[in-house]
C-alpha cells in the first residue's frame, strides 16, 4: 500500500464549530513554494527565537526606535540609549502610567507618549517633558512631512508640533469632521495620514495650507473604527489594525480590507481586549503583522507575504513574550522588548529557543475522512529537516483525535535521528481504526524545524 501524502495545515483555523478541518499552528509558519509539476507546495518553517541582547535595570520594556543608528528603549522609569552591542546609557527618568507607549523620531528627536504624559528627547538637548500651551495628553504619535502629529486624547481632535520642532503653536489643531467618536490613533504611511477614532476612521494629507498644513482626503470616510490604538502598524504599503468591529483589517489604497479569518475573530472575541497591540517585522522574505492580546494570553501573527495566519506562543506564558519591537537597520537585527522584565532580544530564524526556554511548535493537521465505513491506519509518518544546535537526538511526538479534537491520544515519541540528518522521516503504525482523525505532531528540541510532509496507509 503506497502512504497517500496528507493535506497540509497552511493555516490556524480553529474556530466554535466542529466542523471546520481543525487545522492549527504554533510557533510554525507555512511557506508557499512555487507551482512544480505537482502544483502548488507548502512546507512549514519554525518561527523565529531570541536570544539575549540587553538587560535593562528598570522594566518593562514598553517602546523602543531606532535613531541615528542608535536604539532608544522606554521603560515604565527611564528612558535608555543601547548600543549595538548591547551596552546602554541611562538618559534619564520619565513618569510612565500607561501599559502602552507610542514613540517616533525624526532623526534628531524622539518622542513617546502614553495616554496621559508625553516626553522628548535630543541629543544635544536630554530628556524633558511636554508641558504649556498647545500641549495635550495623547496616546498615539507619528511623523510626517516635519511633523510630530498627535491625537487629543478624550475629543476629536488631532493636533501638531511646530515643523522640525518639538514646541507647540495652541491653534495647530484640527478636529476629525465625519463623525463624533473621539481620536483614538494618528499613523502615517506614505505621506497618508491615516486617523482613526473607536467607530470610524478618516484619511489627511499635507496641502501645505500655512493655516493648518493637514486637509481631509475629500470624499473618504473608514466606516470602521480601532479598537486599541496600539493595534495599527504598518508594513507593504499598508497599514493593518484591529477593528472595533473585532476584525483585523488592512488598507488597500483608501479602502479598508479585512484580513482575519472567522478562527482569528473567534478566539479574540471579547470585550477586554482594548490593551491589545500589534508590530510589524520582515525576515527572509516574509512580513509579519504581530497582534497580541495581553488580556487572553494570545498572540496571531498575519503572514502578509502569503496572506495566512498562524499562532505564536511561549511555553510559560502562553502569549508571546514581545512587547515591542524595533529595527536596528545599520546592524541588521530585529529586536524585542520583554513584557515582564528589562530584557531586549534579538529575535532571529537560527535562534532555537527563546532565551534557553524550549518553543513549543505544534502542527494539528485538517481532518482526515475515512468515509462511512471507516478505515485502519496502519502507519503514518512525517519527513522533516532537523539541524542546528541542541539536542544531538532530536525528537517528534504524535497524537491523534477521532472525536474532532476533544481528546488525544497518549504521546508517542520518535527519533529523528542526529542533528546535522536531512530528510529524515519518522513513522508510527499501526493505530488503529478510524472515520475521522486529526493528527498533531509537536516538537520541543532546539533545532531547526523544516516540516517537508507527512504521509499515511489506511484502508
Request: proline share 5%.
Given at each position: 500500500?503506497?502512504?497517500?501524502?496528507?493535506?497540509?495545515?497552511?493555516?490556524?483555523?480553529?474556530?466554535?464549530?466542529?466542523?471546520?478541518?481543525?487545522?492549527?499552528?504554533?510557533?510554525?509558519?507555512?511557506?508557499?513554494?512555487?507551482?512544480?509539476?505537482?502544483?502548488?507546495?507548502?512546507?512549514?518553517?519554525?518561527?523565529?527565537?531570541?536570544?539575549?541582547?540587553?538587560?535593562?535595570?528598570?522594566?518593562?520594556?514598553?517602546?523602543?526606535?531606532?535613531?541615528?543608528?542608535?536604539?532608544?528603549?522606554?521603560?515604565?522609569?527611564?528612558?535608555?540609549?543601547?548600543?549595538?552591542?548591547?551596552?546602554?546609557?541611562?538618559?534619564?527618568?520619565?513618569?510612565?502610567?500607561?501599559?502602552?507607549?507610542?514613540?517616533?523620531?525624526?532623526?534628531?528627536?524622539?518622542?513617546?507618549?502614553?495616554?496621559?504624559?508625553?516626553?522628548?528627547?535630543?541629543?544635544?538637548?536630554?530628556?524633558?517633558?511636554?508641558?504649556?500651551?498647545?500641549?495635550?495628553?495623547?496616546?498615539?504619535?507619528?511623523?510626517?512631512?516635519g511633523y510630530f502629529i498627535f491625537n487629543r486624547a478624550g475629543t476629536g481632535q488631532?493636533?501638531?508640533?511646530?515643523?522640525?520642532?518639538?514646541?507647540?503653536?495652541?491653534?495647530?489643531?484640527?478636529?476629525?469632521?465625519?463623525?463624533?467618536?473621539?481620536?483614538?490613533?494618528?499613523?502615517?504611511?506614505?505621506?497618508?495620514?491615516?486617523?482613526?477614532?473607536?467607530?470610524?476612521?478618516?484619511?489627511?494629507?499635507?496641502?501645505?495650507?500655512?493655516?493648518?498644513?493637514?486637509?481631509?482626503?475629500?470624499?473618504?470616510?473608514?466606516?470602521?473604527?480601532?479598537?486599541?490604538?496600539?493595534?495599527?502598524?504598518?508594513?507593504?504599503?499598508?497599514?493593518?489594525?484591529?477593528?472595533?468591529?473585532?476584525?483585523?483589517?488592512?488598507?488597500?489604497?483608501?479602502?479598508?480590507?479585512?484580513?482575519?479569518?472567522?478562527?482569528?475573530?473567534?478566539?479574540?472575541?471579547?470585550?477586554?481586549?482594548?490593551?491589545?497591540?500589534?508590530?510589524?517585522?520582515?525576515?527572509?522574505?516574509?512580513?509579519?503583522?504581530?497582534?497580541?492580546?495581553?488580556?487572553?494570553?494570545?498572540?496571531?501573527?498575519?503572514?502578509?507575504?502569503?496572506?495566512?495566519?498562524?499562532?505564536?506562543?511561549?511555553?510559560?506564558?502562553?502569549?508571546?513574550?514581545?512587547?515591542?519591537?524595533?529595527?536596528?537597520?545599520?546592524?541588521?537585527?530585529?529586536?524585542?522588548?520583554?513584557?515582564?522584565?528589562?530584557?531586549?532580544?534579538?529575535?532571529?530564524?537560527?535562534?532555537?529557543?527563546?532565551?534557553?526556554?524550549?518553543?513549543?511548535?505544534?502542527?494539528?493537521?485538517?481532518?482526515?475522512?475515512?468515509?462511512?465505513?471507516?478505515?485502519?491506519?496502519?502507519?503514518?509518518?512525517?519527513?522533516?529537516?532537523?539541524?542546528?544546535?541542541?539536542?544531538?537526538?532530536?525528537?517528534?511526538?504524535?497524537?491523534?483525535?477521532?472525536?474532532?479534537?476533544?481528546?488525544?491520544?497518549?504521546?508517542?515519541?520518535?527519533?529523528?535521528?542526529?542533528?546535522?540528518?536531512?530528510?529524515?522521516?519518522?513513522?508510527?503504525?499501526?493505530?488503529?481504526?478510524?472515520?475521522?482523525?486529526?493528527?498533531?505532531?509537536?516538537?520541543t528540541d532546539p533545532i531547526k524545524v523544516v516540516i517537508n510532509g507527512a504521509f499515511?496507509?489506511?484502508?
Amino acid at each position: 500500500m503506497k502512504p497517500i501524502p496528507l493535506k497540509f495545515p497552511v493555516s490556524s483555523n480553529r474556530s466554535r464549530s466542529d466542523s471546520s478541518d481543525g487545522s492549527r499552528l504554533v510557533n510554525l509558519f507555512a511557506n508557499i513554494l512555487p507551482d512544480s509539476s505537482d502544483g502548488p507546495k507548502a512546507v512549514l518553517y519554525g518561527t523565529p527565537g531570541t536570544t539575549l541582547f540587553a538587560t535593562l535595570p528598570t522594566w518593562p520594556v514598553l517602546a523602543m526606535i531606532e535613531m541615528g543608528d542608535k536604539l532608544y528603549a522606554v521603560t515604565a522609569t527611564h528612558l535608555y540609549q543601547v548600543e549595538w552591542y548591547g551596552a546602554f546609557t541611562d538618559l534619564g527618568p520619565v513618569t510612565l502610567t500607561g501599559s502602552r507607549v507610542s514613540i517616533a523620531a525624526n532623526g534628531i528627536q524622539t518622542v513617546f507618549v502614553d495616554g496621559a504624559k508625553g516626553y522628548y528627547y535630543s541629543v544635544s538637548g536630554g530628556l524633558h517633558e511636554f508641558t504649556g500651551d498647545g500641549w495635550y495628553p495623547a496616546s498615539t504619535v507619528t511623523f510626517q512631512d516635519g511633523y510630530f502629529i498627535f491625537n487629543r486624547a478624550g475629543t476629536g481632535q488631532f493636533f501638531i508640533s511646530n515643523l522640525l520642532d518639538i514646541t507647540f503653536d495652541a491653534t495647530m489643531w484640527a478636529t476629525a469632521e465625519q463623525a463624533p467618536d473621539d481620536t483614538a490613533c494618528v499613523i502615517s504611511d506614505k505621506r497618508v495620514l491615516w486617523i482613526f477614532g473607536k467607530e470610524s476612521g478618516e484619511i489627511w494629507y499635507d496641502s501645505g495650507n500655512s493655516l493648518f498644513p493637514f486637509e481631509r482626503v475629500a470624499g473618504t470616510f473608514i466606516e470602521v473604527g480601532i479598537m486599541s490604538p496600539y493595534t495599527a502598524a504598518r508594513i507593504g504599503g499598508s497599514v493593518f489594525w484591529l477593528a472595533s468591529d473585532g476584525s483585523v483589517y488592512r488598507t488597500n489604497g483608501y479602502t479598508p480590507q479585512k484580513v482575519s479569518t472567522e478562527a482569528v475573530e473567534y478566539s479574540i472575541n471579547t470585550p477586554l481586549i482594548g490593551d491589545a497591540f500589534a508590530y510589524t517585522y520582515s525576515e527572509e522574505g516574509h512580513q509579519f503583522y504581530v497582534l497580541t492580546i495581553p488580556n487572553k494570553n494570545l498572540t496571531w501573527v498575519y503572514d502578509v507575504t502569503a496572506q495566512l495566519w498562524h499562532e505564536r506562543s511561549h511555553f510559560q506564558f502562553g502569549r508571546h513574550i514581545s512587547n515591542c519591537f524595533c529595527r536596528l537597520s545599520k546592524y541588521g537585527l530585529n529586536l524585542v522588548g520583554d513584557f515582564q522584565n528589562g530584557n531586549i532580544y534579538v529575535m532571529n530564524m537560527d535562534s532555537y529557543t527563546d532565551d534557553g526556554t524550549p518553543i513549543k511548535r505544534e502542527a494539528i493537521f485538517p481532518q482526515l475522512h475515512a468515509g462511512a465505513q471507516g478505515a485502519t491506519m496502519y502507519s503514518l509518518e512525517i519527513e522533516m529537516e532537523p539541524s542546528g544546535q541542541g539536542s544531538s537526538s532530536p525528537q517528534v511526538m504524535l497524537q491523534w483525535s477521532d472525536d474532532r479534537k476533544r481528546t488525544w491520544s497518549k504521546e508517542r515519541w520518535k527519533p529523528l535521528g542526529s542533528v546535522g540528518e536531512y530528510g529524515r522521516r519518522a513513522k508510527w503504525g499501526p493505530l488503529g481504526y478510524f472515520i475521522r482523525r486529526n493528527v498533531k505532531f509537536t516538537v520541543t528540541d532546539p533545532i531547526k524545524v523544516v516540516i517537508n510532509g507527512a504521509f499515511a496507509e489506511y484502508g
